[in-house]
């Protein structure tokens, strides 16, 4: 089994064909969405992702039809059917099927996908610097939300810095200071200070993010959160990101400097497998 699905109320194994192209998401894109992990029969902070795709619901002007427990409850279930070594991506979603303009909340539909998704190696990637795109401002795109609209621009991008010769791109926001990679949160390091960008609402403040910030205070590093300008780049000691998909990788090249997998990274990733280990399923 490579993809199951839970819709109208049952598992499928596969993928279904459950929009259609009146659909208001087909054409006017209200589906939202969220992604956990599961791996060694780990699943780190599902409830949190849970519960975000149910606000991102909410903020697109959707009626959940599903709570965040039962969601969790049903990943959980989904979980255990598939080996126990499995490497999986867990993405519930909401979405409109009627409305014009804006989605009919009567209208909400869900589905659940769980499906094999094996997990990136950990010898790290390299980036540089976005130029074709910024992150929008909260009055230029649904940024408060976890919503497929946003990402089209992440694809523009990426296509760009693949072109150039690069795995990921540091992108900017409207002001001009970094914002994230263009798939993950960004983090760097310098003289045993870990720093990543304030949150400031033009991107995902992610669960992951929040959790690493979290786990690496507790373990007593200084952590901070500011503007972080693109000058400051060059001299980094370290660069790192923390994302649902790759939870936490290294930075090995920044344009044409070679950086090493530092302590901060080392330390972030190890803190967070201890930390998912007390969350089996």
């Known amino acids: 089994m490579d993809i199951l699905t839970y819709w109208d109320g ?3 194994e596969g993928n279904p064909q459950i929009i259609g192209p009146r659909d208001h998401a087909m054409w006017l894109a209200s589906t939202v969405f969220d992604g956990a ?3 060694d029969r780990m699943a780190p902070d599902l409830d949190l992702h849970a519960a975000r795709v149910v606000r991102s619901a ?5 009626a959940p039809t599903m709570t965040a427990e039962h969601i969790a409850e049903l990943s959980r279930e989904a979980i255990k059917r598939f080996p126990a070594n499995a490497e999986l991506y867990v993405r519930p979603m909401f979405w409109g099927k009627e409305g014009f303009i804006y989605p009919d909340p009567a209208s909400t539909q869900f589905a659940l ?3 094999n998704s094996p997990m990136p190696a950990a010898s790290g990637f390299t980036a540089t610097m976005a130029r074709s795109i910024r992150r929008p401002s909260p009055d230029q795109a649904p940024t ?4 497929a609209a946003l990402y089209p621009n992440s694809a523009r991008g990426l296509r760009e810095i693949e072109a150039r010769g690069f795995n ?3 992108v900017l926001d409207p002001m001009g200071n970094v914002a994230e990679f263009l798939t993950s949160n960004f983090f760097m390091s310098k003289d045993g200070v870990v720093v990543t960008p304030i949150a ?10 929040r959790r690493v910030i979290g786990l690496l205070q507790k373990d007593g590093i200084k952590v901070e959160e500011r503007v972080i300008h693109p000058r400051e780049l060059s001299d980094v000691d370290e660069m790192f990101s923390t994302g649902n998909y790759g939870k936490v990788l290294p ?3 920044f344009e044409e400097r070679d950086l090493q997998p530092g302590p901060m990274y080392r330390k972030a990733r190890q803190l967070y497998w201890d930390f998912a280990a007390q969350h089996k399923v």
């Open 113 to 115: 996908c769980v499906y």
């Open 58 to 62: 909410e903020r697109m002007g959707l």
């Open 168 to 170: 990921n791109g540091i």
């Open 144 to 147: 408060d939300l976890k919503g």
């Open 251 to 253: 930075v090995i090249r």
């Open 37 to 39: 992990r599961a791996f």
């Open 200 to 209: 400031n609402g033009c991107f995902l403040d992610g669960v992951t993010r």
């Open 10 to 12: 049952k598992f499928i």
